[in-house]
């Protein structure tokens, strides 16, 4: 078992960086690659970036490539996103996810564990 807390949104402006951060318990999480997406109202969740365990390989889709950046702490049990140049667009509930699948980091039904979400309200 895997369990996962975020922690950092909030309200910010245009322009503003941010960083998030999950917490992990559990004795598995370093045999894990982690995700970040998100989801707004309506919408489906949403790929943000990732790393795999094995390689630490990050990946982040299109829409925040050069702007967010994943990373992780395993002696700390921590994964991070930090967001810069953040648009409203950007604005949803962003999950940090836990996953086996080594290799379909951007797939959300692959992830076995998921934090609760936390809000970012990016304001222009």
């Known amino acids: 078992q895997v369990q996962l807390v975020e922690s950092g949104g909030g309200w910010v402006q245009a322009g503003d960086s941010r960083g998030l951060s999950c917490a992990a318990s559990g004795r598995t999480f370093t045999s894990h690659s982690v995700g970040w997406f998100r989801q707004s109202p309506g919408t489906e969740r949403e790929f943000v970036a990732g790393m795999r365990w094995s390689s630490n390989a990050t990946y982040s889709s299109d829409s925040v490539k050069g702007r967010f950046t994943v990373s992780r702490d395993n002696a700390k049990s921590m994964v991070y996103l930090q967001m810069n140049s953040l648009k409203p667009e950007d604005t949803a509930v962003y999950y940090c996810?836990?996953?086996?699948?080594?290799?379909?980091?951007?797939?959300?039904?692959?992830?076995?564990?998921w934090g609760q979400g936390t809000q970012v309200t990016v304001s222009s």
């Open positions: 996810g836990a996953t086996l699948d080594n290799l379909r980091l951007s797939m959300s039904r692959t992830y076995n564990y």
